[in-house]
């Protein structure tokens, strides 16, 4: 941290404490602020990969065409003397003209065969029509669909015509005989290539394109018109896949320069060392390398396709150079086809761009087509001359010397320019020209680990990168090196192939076809490599395995399992998580590795990541446990043992403090609903009946507005009902409670236990047996609602023994209803999804038929999902009768029985104007079937929108978006640990601000107030104010009304924002608290249901974003809490609703106290998202204030009962409270710790009595009164103030001594208006503020003096 601290020491902060104070902001943990809270959970989109070959080729056979006549010249082109004489090197008059033309016909064979052996050649010398014909056509036949080349040299017969026409011979030589170029395209057909060594022969490019044109109408024609005379000939080829190099344009002629060969153009395309050399030697510079001769060239050692000679490292760079040309000069898709696709069209393309260089010195322009852009003066032919220069300077004294060859240092200076380009570039610039050429020197054991060391550097860079190294044509060379054993390869190899996966997950099948996969896996294995490469190699498993059987077998098979299992208590967070995700995917639906992980007892071993202090990690245990029990195959009682097994551990997570967690938790579930779908068909109708029993209002009420809400008309789709008015509940409730404590003793009666994972939150809306439509209805009683709860809970959660099968799935029915109720609105949402989906299959399936009574419980319906009828017993014993269950694993529809069919119980009979079972209601007023299709037909058929509902549409992206890690970079400094960076700025600014607020509040707060009533501001708030917060150091302030929250500025006194939080209806605000106040700032919301809502970018223009949310307290105990809102302000606080929830939040540690209407205070730990300690108050009310310091681990609580009690909590459960004051005789409405190392104990009753305790001594150091009837107080943390505020509708201001330094009464202006009841009230942490909410909706705030301000 010392680079902060020179920045931080500017002008504006003088004091060294203050300066000590800014370090302080720096060094505070931030909250909610890792990747899961600021992005969205999914996958990157996927790039269009064009880099794979769609039609790999070869170049099967080869018509070389050499129309010489040696000796004759043909009569349209006047030589020069002397002339350019050789043919392929050799000078065709020094034998007899038969010999020299098959000579040179040998040749020209020889040098096209060192690039391209395999290929079938076939010359014709001197040819007639028919000859080419026949040649042509065999070729082709051959050939098949592959690339035929046709070479023609045109040195021996006049030029090309204007017609499209070349020349060849008759028979005995008298004349020359036009071949036209219409012709030859039929004969040769497409794919090919043609190469034209002739002047003007950039003609034939020309008639060429005009024919393939004519051809194109043709087909065209024939195609539209079938009795057209040209549809009833053979159809000609398209010419669209051809390729043609010509050696000049139309109207140039061939250099005719002696020291030049005839067949300049043919050279320079199959022996372009040979001829690059001498054409360097004939420059000017080339006398600066002394003792270089024509005939030393000749004897250069070595050979071409050795790279550790002369000749070979000459040829080795002369394709790096040419290769990297085509790359930055061509666009990307013609590299790909020119450069890529073919080894001899590669071959001869590079070579073009020589010759293009070369003749252009001539005044000749070779042409090709498709056409290339100039390339003659790339920069990096200088490279060339230079490697050129220094290989034959050398020359003179290996010949004659026998000295050793110095290799060109030209690959090591390339990689060096890679390098400045990735440590000096900028982000947004061209990409770097050396690629193709750090992809040449792969092959190089010399350079290879720094160019795979510099590869990495370069895909590090992000996926464009990924994609531009791919389209270079890097993966065969990477993929080739996965078979080298060099040790030192392999964090180099791990960490590319983990870049290319990360953007190109199609690579998964080349990798197992070439046994790449078993390269990972020893890495994995090897437990020298580093956590970070073993993290790699596991997410590149991972991706190998990812919905592809062929890798899951072949890993399989590598013993991947056991190698993961073996890491899965690594220390390094990452490769938990990866090692959990690579083992939830090779069993995703493929049987044998389920078994083998049964076998290795992989999902115990899971169990403890479940724990995790790392959510990420959290969620990949859940993800892997949730693969592990959704595979479709057959069931044993085994597996459904360990299948239940899984689910109750899952189930523990319920109230995970982190949404990524729970969201997993869901669609883990849900597998295990797809699995056991008839089982869980049965417990849907169970509680869908109970609900509807409940439901039936009594008759008094049935007229009652409001009360019934139909949906739909038809019998088959349940209705559904909300009440909306408060009037009705009463009565609804009173008829339903009888029934519901009737339904509570099944369990006693007959059937196992049902049991709940640690008392399912049962106030949270759905997760009462009852399902609780709509919520405000269910305002049960406080002993109803713990009735339920202590018989749902019977057996704890983790006595699995005597467990029935049924219990299981009413278990995790419970578990659902919970999440479907949660806080965060996407894991409710999906919750919904699975809910919905099952409760839509039992109904329509339960249709034809009497659903069972809500008093006879089901029996254990048969473990395995493949026998699909789920037998129901009636309670009085009448036959049971098949319950046809469809499976949306088989998306079989199952008929009901037929009509005609003996009932065997009296029909089914709609009560209530014709409704169906009563589908269950969850919060969030949205309807259970919102979603659900339109009006199935009379016999059932499933509408085919349902089918698969759950599988297909339940994932939550945590793997893709796990895999971006991998794409983007990781070796880049991160933006905020950059010092140059905005965001960094923008911290310092902030810090500074912090410190400013700090310093000028204390000059005011030490020179003591002595008056707090000026009104500052005032404003009517859009609710009734319950809590307010003011911002520690913006002029903002936080209102909250009973379930949304309003921003002031108070300076300017505008509204900046308003915003609902998402609590359901019979919820309200409690507390609310800033974190990271110092920083980016969050706002905690408290809810008296037990949930915690975190929101950012509020009072600012953007829309405010739930961060995240959580069930921070699952057993509140909702006391009347529905009505508490309807009991008026103005009573006692302690006969009202509970505390609600309150909390205490400390920056420092990250730590969030909440307690309310519960027996223990829990902490939560933000960092981690989840629970760390649970302190039993020991009291049997609520708590109503909290206060603690993290120097001293203190805790101090205030309870409804008018104790105080502290607690260490560095201590064990039942030491931890350290002191209990019980000198206030009612509800405390505040005890305040204060902050400092031997701050002392404040704490308020709502009869007015302030008291001040030592921690350390059992009696008040001191005792004050003040006002009678308090509603709200709060205490000055600096200034040594307090203000109560008072149901009698007026504010007092006391200092420490207990003096009243203002009474506040009356609203300023507003023709001096009474203040209503103080509904809430706080204190500025810095300035001498104090913000005031009343009854009347207004919210003002008051200060000192005006001139303190």
């Not at 890495?523 to 490599?529: E, G, R, T």
């Amino acid at each position: 941290m010392k680079m902060d601290s020179d920045l931080l020491h500017s002008p504006a902060v003088g004091l060294a404490e203050e300066e000590e104070a800014d370090m302080n902001d720096w060094k505070l943990p931030l909250a909610f602020m890792k990747k899961r809270h600021s992005e969205k959970i999914e996958g990157s989109k996927a790039l269009a990969q064009s880099w794979r070959m769609k039609d790999r080729m070869k170049t099967v056979s080869v018509a070389l065409v050499l129309c010489l006549n040696v000796g004759v010249d043909p009569p349209d082109v006047v030589k020069t003397s002397p002339c350019a004489r050789l043919e392929c090197w050799i000078d065709p008059l020094s034998m007899s003209p038969q010999k020299a033309l098959e000579t040179i016909g040998a040749n020209l064979q020889k040098q096209y065969e060192n690039w391209q052996p395999r290929a079938r050649y076939k010359q014709s010398l001197d040819p007639t029509v028919d000859e080419v014909k026949k040649l042509c056509t065999s070729l082709r036949r051959n050939a098949k669909e592959e690339r035929v080349l046709f070479h023609y040299n045109g040195h021996g017969v006049p030029r090309p015509t204007v017609n499209g026409e070349i020349w060849v011979f008759n028979k005995n030589y008298t004349q020359y005989i036009p071949l036209s170029i219409y012709d030859l395209q039929t004969w040769m057909g497409s794919p090919s290539i043609f190469v034209y060594d002739c002047s003007n022969a950039g003609i034939i490019v020309k008639s060429f394109k005009q024919f393939a044109l004519q051809r194109e109408q043709e087909l065209e024609v024939a195609a539209i018109n079938p009795s057209h005379p040209l549809a009833q000939m053979p159809l000609p080829p398209s010419m669209k896949n051809c390729i043609q190099l010509a050696a000049c344009e139309a109207s140039e002629l061939l250099p005719m320069n002696p020291d030049l060969p005839a067949d300049l153009f043919t050279s320079c395309l199959t022996t372009p060392i040979k001829i690059a050399l001498r054409w360097f030697c004939m420059q000017k510079s080339a006398k600066l390398v002394p003792g270089v001769t024509l005939d030393l060239i000749e004897k250069i050692p070595g050979r071409l396709n050795d790279r550790r000679t002369p000749l070979g490292e000459l040829n080795w760079i002369f394709t790096a150079i040419t290769d990297t040309i085509a790359w930055n000069v061509l666009p990307r898709d013609l590299f790909q086809k020119l450069f890529r696709q073919d080894l001899l069209v590669a071959s001869l393309f590079r070579n073009f761009l020589l010759a293009e260089r070369i003749m252009r010195s001539y005044n000749c322009t070779p042409v090709s087509s498709p056409r290339l852009p100039p390339t003659y003066m790339h920069a990096m032919w200088q490279a060339w001359d230079l490697a050129v220069d220094i290989c034959l300077s050398q020359l003179p004294t290996i010949i004659e010397e026998g000295t050793a060859f110095r290799h060109s240092p030209f690959f090591a200076e390339q990689l060096t320019a890679f390098q400045v380009w990735l440590t000096m570039g900028v982000e947004n610039r061209n990409p770097p020209e050396q690629l193709p050429i750090v992809l040449q020197v792969l092959l190089s054991q010399v350079h290879r680990l720094r160019a795979l060391d510099l590869l990495g550097r370069f895909l590090d860079l992000g996926p464009w990168a990924v994609s531009l190294a791919l389209s270079v044509g890097i993966f065969p060379y990477v993929l080739k090196l996965l078979q080298s054993s060099a040790r030192e390869l392999r964090p180099l190899l791990v960490f590319i192939w983990a870049k290319i996966l990360a953007v190109d997950s199609s690579c998964q099948a080349d990798l197992v076809k070439d046994n790449g996969h078993k390269y990972f896996l020893s890495v994995l294995a090897d437990s020298y490599m580093p956590a970070e490469h073993r993290t790699m190699a596991v997410f590149i498993l991972a991706v190998i395995v990812n919905s592809y059987t062929t890798g899951q077998e072949a890993c399989l098979q590598g013993n991947l399992i056991a190698n993961c299992l073996e890491q899965l208590s690594d220390p390094h967070p990452l490769l938990r998580q990866w090692v959990a995700i690579c083992l939830g995917r090779i069993w995703q639906n493929f049987d044998p590795a389920r078994w083998c992980g049964v076998r290795d007892s992989a999902h115990e071993k899971l169990y403890t990541l479940l724990s995790d202090p790392i959510p990420e990690v959290r969620c990949a245990a859940v993800f892997a446990l949730g693969t592990f029990v959704g595979n479709s195959a057959e069931r044993t009682d085994h597996s459904t043992t360990i299948d239940h097994n899984v689910a109750m551990m899952l189930a523990q997570l319920i109230n995970d403090g982190s949404p990524v967690v729970r969201k997993e938790l869901v669609v883990a579930l849900s597998h295990l609903v797809v699995q056991y779908e008839s089982n869980f068909c049965t417990v849907a109708l169970q509680f869908i009946e109970e609900e509807k029993n409940y439901s039936v209002p009594s008759p008094a009420n049935t007229a009652e507005p409001g009360n019934l809400t139909p949906v739909r008309d038809s019998p088959a789709i349940p209705r559904l009902r909300s009440v909306n008015s408060y009037t009705n509940i009463r009565a609804a409730t009173t008829a339903r409670l009888n029934k519901s404590l009737q339904n509570l003793n099944l369990n006693e009666e007959g059937g196992p236990p049902a049991f709940s994972p640690g008392n399912l939150s049962t106030s949270s809306s759905a997760s009462s047996t009852l399902g609780s439509p709509d919520n405000d209805e269910y305002i049960l009683s406080f002993e109803t609602i713990d009735k339920m709860r202590r018989v749902s809970s019977y057996s704890s959660l983790n006595s699995l023994i005597g467990v029935s099968f049924n219990s299981v799935y009413t278990q995790i029915w419970r578990v659902l209803l919970h999440l479907a109720a949660d806080p965060f609105p996407e894991v409710s949402d999906l919750a919904m999804k699975v809910l919905n989906s099952i409760a839509y299959k039992a109904t329509m399936n339960a249709r034809p038929q009497r659903i069972l009574d809500s008093g006879s419980l089901t029996q254990s319906a048969p473990a395995s999902p493949t026998s699909k009828g789920t037998h129901i017993h009636q309670a009085g014993g009448s036959p049971p009768m098949p319950s046809t269950s469809s499976s949306s694993l088989t998306n079989e529809v199952p008929k009901p029985p037929a009509r005609d069919q003996p009932a065997t119980r009296p029909p089914y009979t709609p009560t209530l104007g014709g409704q169906a079972p009563h589908s269950h209601q969850f919060p969030r007023t949205r309807k259970m079937f919102d979603k659900g299709p339109e009006q199935a037909g009379e016999d059932g058929d499933e509408p085919c929108g349902h089918r698969n509902y759950i599988s297909a549409v339940l994932q939550t992206g945590l793997c893709d978006w796990s895999a971006k890690y991998f794409a983007q970079p990781v070796m880049k400094i991160p933006e905020e640990h950059d010092l140059e960076s905005q965001v960094r700025m923008e911290r310092q600014w902030r810090f500074l601000r912090n410190t400013r607020v700090r310093r000028q509040s204390r000059c005011i707060t030490q020179r003591g107030v002595s008056r707090l009533d000026d009104q500052i501001f005032i404003n009517r708030n859009p609710g009734v104010p319950s809590v307010v917060k003011f911002h520690p150091f913006n002029t903002c302030i936080a209102v909250a009304d009973k379930d949304s929250i309003c921003f002031w500025d108070w300076e300017k006194g505008e509204r900046l924002d308003y915003f609902y939080n998402g609590n359901p209806r019979y919820t309200r605000i409690t507390a609310m608290e800033y974190l990271n106040g110092h920083d980016c700032s969050l706002l905690l919301t408290a809810t008296d249901d037990g949930a915690l809502r975190i929101w950012k970018n509020f009072a600012d223009q953007k829309n405010p974003e739930m961060v995240t949310a959580w069930q921070g307290l699952s057993d509140m105990l909702p006391t009347t809490r529905g009505l508490a809102r309807r009991v008026s302000i103005y009573l006692d606080r302690s006969k009202q609703g509970g505390a609600g929830m309150v909390v205490d939040w400390e920056q420092e540690t990250g730590l969030l106290m909440t307690s309310g209407d519960v027996r223990v205070i829990r902490i939560w730990d933000t960092d981690r998202e989840m629970k760390v300690q649970d302190i039993p108050t020991g009291a049997d009310s609520c708590v109503t204030s909290l206060s603690c310091d993290s120097q001293r681990s203190l805790i101090v609580a205030g309870l409804g009962d008018g104790s105080v009690r502290v607690f260490d909590r560095r201590m064990g459960p039942n030491d931890c409270r350290v002191m209990t004051y019980r000198e206030h005789g009612a509800w405390v409405v505040k005890a305040h710790l204060q902050k400092e190392t031997d701050g002392h104990i404040i704490s308020v009753s709502v009869n007015g009595d302030v008291r001040f305790f030592e921690p350390r001594t059992p009696d008040s150091i001191n005792v004050l009164q003040t006002v009678k009837g308090l509603t709200a107080l709060d205490i000055h943390p600096e200034a040594n103030l307090f203000a109560c505020g008072s149901m009698n509708q007026f504010i007092a201001v006391y200092n420490s001594n207990g003096d009243v330094i203002s009474n506040i009464k009356y609203y300023d202006g507003f023709m001096g208006q009474r203040i209503g009841a103080i509904s809430c009230l706080a204190f500025h942490p810095f300035w001498p503020h104090l913000a005031v909410g009343s009854n009347d909706y207004y919210m003002s705030i008051y200060s000192a003096e005006k001139r303190l301000r």
